[in-house]
Structures are given as structure tokens and as C-alpha cells.
């Protein structure tokens, strides 16, 4: 049952159930801790013409009855505001920069290291139009070719794994990055781990990663919401961990 | 004047003025924050006997009263608690786990970034014991030699310069990593800044970084406490910005 004013338009693959954006992960999980349920729309990156009636060009975009507002963290402004009696996304508002400060963080270091894993996995699961779009922005934006970019796998993984030390550490201490209860600044980390189960038969972290049994109780969350999500048919590929 | 119950042992140089810890540095600025005056002590790496009294073999150690407490975020979490109607450090209790983050991204992230930068002039400031001490746990830590570890200068600084990018992100939107105005978040940074101010002659930021702006903005704060701070004696370089 979705509340009739909320519908958001998510990146989807070939796949139409295939959801696996990340930005798409931190609003849903926002959704979700705020107790709402929306009409979620698949979207292709190359259909631009259906959200141009938002004045944007990329998902997620939010339709909260007549207003819509892409951009996942404009859209966890919106949803804070607007839903004020449901519980806090940041916390008190001196938390909010912070957050903001998480989310930084996350675009501009972890997501590139990210992606330098993923793209090729993405490629594989957009239908015919994306996969022309994605290979030629992606491979400007990277400025080498897919194939190219993720074949040091090794290294792109080190280097991830390196890049996610501040959260290894912050949880050493606490179960969640914003304490003992998860809020948005989690989300933001956690919406990169869904793009990467999504798309990927690769497990990222190493099996003794003390960010694992954080990932796990944010994939059990919400009536395990995450980890029921539609993941890709996957053929088994040796020397995999089989998650 | 300082507050006769509050001691703060800081990490010196041969010059005894120079006092260039990352660490000592947050400390520095938390106790100015809360308004606060302590006796600074220099300290060397190999005077660990100086400090046996606390159980600690690093520096900083903040004497309050009968209390030694060591660890820059420890001692930041004990002014927080024990000067209650001075201006908080962190904000509301939900900022304080996103402060530790920002603590642990420095830490994990941007210290070992910065330290490829400044290991051989640090050591060129230290008294000779702590020269001997410094080049063999740095050299055991990072597995290279210091002149090896400074060597690829451009590559040491384009990487510092990418870490920064959350913090450079950030301050498009707003004047202080914590929001409005400063808080312990942004002196964890700030911190780094000065450790760079008070041992090396290199400018890190290229001349049009936003986070400049900040960094001056912190320089002149309580009083332009840090830009007062003392600095080596510095050959001019030439090519060298002449900061």
C-alpha cells in the first residue's frame, strides 16, 4: 500500500525491478525511516523527456503532490520538513552539516571508488539505449574506457577498501555511523552497498570487515526491505564468495 | 594568564616555541573555543618518563586538576563535560557521533595524505633523540625511507589536494565544515593545517581552493591565536608561493 501522494522515480535496468542506484537507495531508505511508502517508477538515463515536466535530468526525483524535487539530499530536506511528526532523518538541526559533511564524503570519495568496481556490471543490466549513454558519459567522466577501468580489480578493491577506514573505524565504537540508532548520514553509505549488491556478484568487503555486520543490520531494517530487494540473475563465477 | 589547573603537554620541536602537533593543535583550539587558558609545556617524543604519570606515551596530555586525560578526542569529550556553560564543542549530543566521523576521516584519510608532505621537514625541526626515534617508527610505519616517502612531491599533493575534496564540497554551501560557525569538526581539519603551517615552507592548497577561504577564517579566530602561532625559520625556495 503506497500513499497515493508520493510517487519517485528510480533508476531501473533492462531488469524493470532491477533498482540499483545509489542516490535511489539513500532517498528509499529515507522513505522508509520516515515510515512513508511511495509509488516507486522505474526510470531509464535515457528517458529524459518523462521527468522533464521536474525541470531535471536525473533520478531520484520525488512527487509529493504537486511539488517534485530531485536530488536525493534536497529530497531528505523535503522529507524532514514536510513530515516533521515522523522520525528525525539528522537529529537535532546542529547535526544536519554533518550530515551534509557524510554525504560529501560519500559522493566524492567512496562513489568513485565505487564505480571503478561497478561500471562494467552496470553496463551489462541497462537496456540497449542506457548502456550507449552510460558507456559515453561514464567513459568521459573516467576518461578511460569501461573495460579499461575495471580491469585492475585488485587495486580498485584495495583502494575502496582503504577510502572506507573512517567508517571501519567509526564503528569500532558505535553500531551505527550517526550512533546507536542509524539516520540519513548511514543511509548515504549504506545507498553504495545496494548499488553494489544490485548489479554485482561481487562482495566488496573482505569477510572480516567489522563494516559487514553494519551493512547486515541496515539490510534487515525496515522488514528487510534492502535485502529482499530484486538483485540481477548472476551466473556463478569461480573464486566468488557465492553472497 | 592562564587557568593555573589546566596543563597542556604539546609536542615541540629543537625550537621549543615551535609547537606543530595535528593533535595538539585540536586541542589547542578546543580550549579557546570554550574560552579557555591552559600552560602549555613543550614536550619531546623521547621524554615518555615526563609523562609516565599520566600512562601515556603520547602527547596531548591535558592536566585538569588532578586529572590527566591524553588523546585529543578524549580531552575534547572531558572540556565538553566538564565546562558545561562554556560554548559546546559539538552542538546537541546527536552531533557528537558525526564529529567522531569526522575525527576518524581525518585521521584515516587525510593525516597519512598530509604526513607524505611533511615528514622531512618535520624531522629537520625535531631535537636529535626525536629525529633518531621519528625516522624509525615513520619509516616502519609508512615502509619506505622519509626521503623516499616525500620524494614524488606533485603525486603527494594532488593526492592530499583529492582527499580534501569532501571538505572543499562542503564549504561551497556553508562558511565552516560544522555549519554557521566552528565547532571541534572543523578544528580536526584545521588542525592538520597548522601542523603543515608550523614545519614546512609548502603551500598544500593551490591558490584559488575554496578551502583557503576557511583556513584563513580559522587563522584569525580567538584572536588570530593561530596565525600568531610560531613558525620555523624557512629558507626562502624559490618557486616556493612565500606563504
Known amino acids: 500500500m503506497h500513499e497515493a501522494r508520493l510517487t519517485l522515480y528510480e533508476l531501473a535496468g533492462a531488469d524493470l525491478e532491477l533498482r540499483f542506484s545509489p542516490h535511489c537507495w539513500k532517498t528509499r531508505m529515507a522513505l522508509a525511516h520516515k515510515g512513508l511508502v511511495a509509488r516507486c517508477l522505474p526510470w531509464h538515463f535515457t528517458e529524459k523527456s518523462r521527468i522533464a515536466f521536474t525541470g531535471l535530468e536525473t533520478v531520484p526525483v520525488l512527487e509529493d503532490r504537486n511539488t517534485a524535487i530531485g536530488d536525493s539530499w534536497q529530497i531528505a530536506q523535503h522529507l524532514e520538513q514536510s513530515y516533521p511528526d515522523r522520525p528525525s532523518l539528522f537529529g537535532p538541526a546542529a547535526a544536519l552539516p554533518l550530515t551534509a559533511f557524510v554525504n560529501q564524503w560519500v559522493d566524492a570519495t567512496l562513489l568513485p571508488a565505487?564505480?571503478?568496481?561497478?561500471?562494467?556490471?552496470?553496463?551489462?543490466?541497462?537496456?540497449?539505449?542506457?548502456?550507449?549513454?552510460?558507456?559515453?558519459?561514464?567513459?568521459?567522466?573516467?576518461?578511460?574506457?569501461?573495460?579499461?577501468?575495471?580491469?585492475?580489480?585488485?587495486?580498485?578493491?584495495?583502494?575502496?577498501?582503504?577510502?572506507?577506514?573512517?567508517l571501519r573505524r567509526q564503528l569500532r565504537s558505535q553500531p551505527y555511523l550517526a550512533g546507536a540508532t542509524p539516520a540519513y548520514a548511514d543511509y548515504c553509505v549504506f545507498g553504495l552497498f545496494m548499488w553494489a549488491r544490485c548489479t554485482s556478484s561481487r562482495e566488496v568487503l573482505t569477510a572480516d570487515d567489522p563494516i559487514d555486520a553494519w551493512r547486515n543490520r541496515l539490510l534487515d531494517a525496515f522488514g528487510g526491505m534492502a535485502r529482499s530487494a530484486t538483485r540481477p540473475f548472476l551466473p556463478c563465477v569461480g573464486g566468488d564468495d557465492g553472497r
Open 114 to 166: 565505487m564505480a571503478r568496481i561497478l561500471l562494467l556490471d552496470i553496463h551489462r543490466l541497462l537496456i540497449p539505449e542506457d548502456q550507449t549513454y552510460f558507456r559515453a558519459s561514464r567513459e568521459a567522466r573516467f576518461g578511460a574506457t569501461l573495460e579499461d577501468i575495471v580491469a585492475p580489480v585488485a587495486d580498485n578493491l584495495h583502494h575502496l577498501r582503504q577510502s572506507l577506514a573512517p
